[in-house]
């Protein structure tokens, strides 16, 4: 255990956001997402939900301020799920880092497809649907 850091950032997870340089993405993936089969780079973090995982993840990944940095995969069009979710996810990344700009929308298998060219896939065992955000890393200044 460290002190400060969220228990949630594990070892492998730490390692990976170290090794990411700015402009590269990462995913946050809800428990139905196909993560093993999206990114070689898979850090599993079963137990946990997305919204505690963005909370942790932006006390140390400083977010893009040159460009759009957050995104949401957006619901098929005709499906009436209701996504709470998205409200927190705003919440937490407004507190998170003062470069958010909002979330943008990315459809459901353009998502997919720039999934697969992230950095890496962070596994969650969220429940809720279309809870998965793509985050554009940025530089500490």
Do not use: C
Not at 20 to 28: F, K, Q
Not at 65 to 80: C, H, I, Q, S, W
Not at 125 to 137: Q, R
């Amino acid at each position: 255990m460290l002190k400060t850091l969220s228990p949630i950032l594990g070892p492998e997870l730490l390692k990976i956001l170290m090794e990411m340089g700015h402009g590269d993405e990462l995913v946050i993936a809800d428990g139905n997402f196909p993560a093993a089969s999206m990114n070689e780079r898979v850090v599993r973090l079963d137990g946990n939900g997305a919204e505690a995982v963005l909370e942790a993840v932006l006390t140390v990944f400083p977010l893009d301020r040159y460009a759009p940095n957050a995104f949401l995969m957006e619901k098929v069009p005709g499906d009436t799920v209701e996504t709470p979710i998205w409200a927190s996810f705003e919440a937490i990344a407004k507190q998170g880092d003062p470069n958010f700009k909002g979330f943008g929308n990315i459809e459901r298998y353009a998502f997919y497809e720039r999934s697969k060219k992230a950095y890496a896939v962070i596994a969650t065992s969220e429940s809720a649907l279309y809870a998965n955000v793509i985050l554009k890393k940025g530089v500490v200044v």
